[in-house]
């Protein structure tokens, strides 16, 4: 007896039209983020449209939103990948409702609209702690490399920066000197309207490469007076410590050779992460140990974690309403001034003051806070309490790279990149909530 097949008839036409959404099981993540976007404040991101009178109809912003929370939450970043998806996969067809933006639409909207983006952040913690998934037991800071949009290669250093400075000058200078000793050539040989158009092209060449080194090294030059100033000197100080110590090594606002400035994404910063040194951003987060959400994200271009704990405790603050009771953090926060600010704010903190399973082990620091650190991280309860850290948000940054794929910004510049931030925190957080709705549905 022959196999018997279920039908399959690629030609066959529907008599009527299907939905959509029948194409996808019950309980998919684009009906959730679909749903959860329709019950957050968009009022904001509608402003940007009214009595302006255009022709050309824009496309829905609640819609853009869901495709792009959804693109993010499912791993697809680049503004041409998610209008592909649009076209070719079912549930961004879904949320998109027979519409086909294209991949500069997508990437206008998303730089348009990057603070309202990020503001949906706190209103998707907001609701998750309507939800009971935010507690404000326990978190967790953590922070983590990212590679910015910018190649570590398209670095230079003030000194290497000086050399070619005074290299293209003098080619420059050259190149003149040729021009006008071959213009006086040809007006001698075919007068005075004549003249070559190679030269010219060389030497604008030059100078812009000229150009571009030099605003680098002026930035490098104006961030290092900041920290000059910072440390009590004066422009013309010729060097003197104001204290009587030994004299600086260097002139007030003089880089050192090694400093090094991006000419792609200036603001970002040379940081050591898993694969070596790259051109990054320092992404933080804090994590309720609850149910995992993100309840406050941070970026910025400082390696050093030790300097985010005080705006992380602010934002905690700002996105919930309250302060958390408990806070875990590893050794890369660990300061005395950090210490006293917990104290403060009456927080439990428990803040390792060495490397994991060390920081019994590190020397007396003399210092009132640290020492009762020290105390309470040597009792049992101490470290029953401080050895849930790792496992908070370091899953929560493995989610983020390993299964969205997380691992470049798409956008340049801290601020820019800060809003990108949160909106990738917004949909590791929606796909999070939606796999626990599941499980308890």
Request: net charge positive; charged share 35%; with cysteine.
């Amino acid at each position: 007896m022959p196999t018997s097949f279920r039908p399959y008839e690629p030609d066959q036409s529907f008599l009527l039209p299907p939905s959509p959404r029948d194409w996808l099981p019950e309980g998919h993540l684009a009906f959730f983020v679909s749903d959860t976007i329709d019950s957050l404040d968009l009022s904001e991101l509608f402003k940007r449209y009214e009595g302006d009178g255009r022709r050309n109809r824009p496309y829905h912003p609640a819609m853009m939103v869901k495709v792009l929370v959804y693109a993010y939450a499912t791993g697809v970043f680049s503004s041409r990948k998610i209008a592909k998806k649009i076209e070719e996969d079912v549930a961004f067809r879904v949320l998109a409702a027979g519409n086909f933006p294209s991949h500069r639409t997508i990437c206008d909207f998303r730089h348009d609209h990057l603070e309202a983006l990020g503001k949906l952040f706190v209103q998707g913690v907001q609701m998750a702690r309507e939800l009971g998934l935010v507690q404000l037991g326990t978190v967790a800071v953590d922070g983590s490399k990212v590679k910015a949009n910018a190649s570590r290669h398209k670095a230079m250093s003030y000194g290497r920066m000086c050399e070619e400075e005074q290299r293209l000058q003098r080619e420059i200078q050259g190149l003149l000197e040729h021009a006008e000793a071959q213009d006086a050539e040809e007006d001698r040989l075919y007068g005075a309207d004549q003249r070559g158009e190679e030269l010219p092209e060389e030497l604008r060449r030059r100078e812009d490469r000229l150009r571009t080194i030099q605003e680098a090294k002026q930035r490098l030059e104006a961030r290092q007076a900041e920290a000059d100033r910072k440390k009590g000197r004066q422009e013309g100080d010729e060097r003197k410590s104001p204290r009587g110590g030994p004299p600086f090594a260097r002139d007030f606002g003089v880089p050192e050779d090694k400093s090094q400035e991006n000419f792609t994404d200036p603001e970002s910063r040379i940081m050591k992460d898993s694969k070596g040194f790259e051109q990054c951003y320092n992404g933080q987060i804090t994590v309720d140990a609850e149910q995992q959400i993100i309840v406050a994200s941070d970026l910025s271009n400082n390696a050093a974690d030790v300097v985010a704990l005080k705006p992380m405790v602010r934002k905690i603050k700002e996105t919930t309403g309250q302060l958390p009771e408990r806070l875990l953090a590893d050794a890369g926060y660990r300061s005395e001034r950090n210490l006293r600010r917990m104290e403060k704010l009456k927080i439990d903190a428990y803040i390792s003051l060495g490397r994991e399973g060390q920081q019994s082990g590190a020397e007396r620091s003399g210092q009132p806070a640290t020492e009762r650190m020290r105390e309470k991280l040597a009792t049992e309860d101490g470290k029953r309490r401080y050895a849930r850290r790792k496992a908070i948000p370091e899953a929560v940054f493995g989610w983020i790279k390993n299964v969205l794929g997380f691992r470049q910004f798409s956008l340049r510049g801290q601020a820019k990149a800060a809003r990108e931030w949160d909106l990738v925190c917004l949909a590791t957080n929606l796909r999070r909530m939606s796999r626990l709705a599941t499980a308890a549905g």
